[in-house]
Nanobody
Framework: QVQLGESGGGLVQAGGSLRLSCAAS????????MGWFRQAPGKERDLVAA??????YYADSVKGRFTISRDNAKNTVYLQMNSLKPEDTAVYYC????????????????WGQGTQVTVSS
């Protein structure tokens, strides 16, 4: 069982930056695939970025602007978001799964409560 808790969301102007953090419980954090999803009002929850031990995945919409990283000693995964755009506005969720990197919401077993990111124009 893994419990996840996000932090770091907030209101930022377009072009600004935010860093989201997701703290995880459990002793086997390093073995999990960690993903960041986002959901805007009226839209589906989509994968933004994911990280395994050595592989990364980024959605095309965030490539070159967002960076996912993890600190296994701190049981924490981060999402550094630069050059933010109004269309990045969403609730951002941290998620965990076993096995290979997955892109679909239903592939992930554990979820945080979400943190709101709002980018003003």
């Amino acid at each position: 069982q893994v419990q996840l808790g996000e932090s770091g969301g907030g209101l930022v102007q377009a072009g600004g930056s935010l860093r989201l953090s997701c703290a995880a419980s459990g002793r086997t954090f390093s073995t999990y695939i960690m993903g960041w999803f986002r959901q805007a009002p009226g839209k589906e929850r989509d994968l933004v970025a994911a990280i395994s031990r050595s592989r990364f995945y980024y959605a095309d919409s965030v490539k070159g602007r967002f960076t996912i990283s993890r600190d296994n000693a701190k049981n924490t995964v981060y999402l550094q978001m630069n050059s933010l755009k109004p269309e990045d506005t969403a609730v951002y969720y941290c998620a965990a799964k076993n096995g290979l990197v997955g892109r679909l919401e239903n592939e992930y077993d554990y979820w945080g409560q979400g943190t709101q990111v709002t980018v003003s124009s």
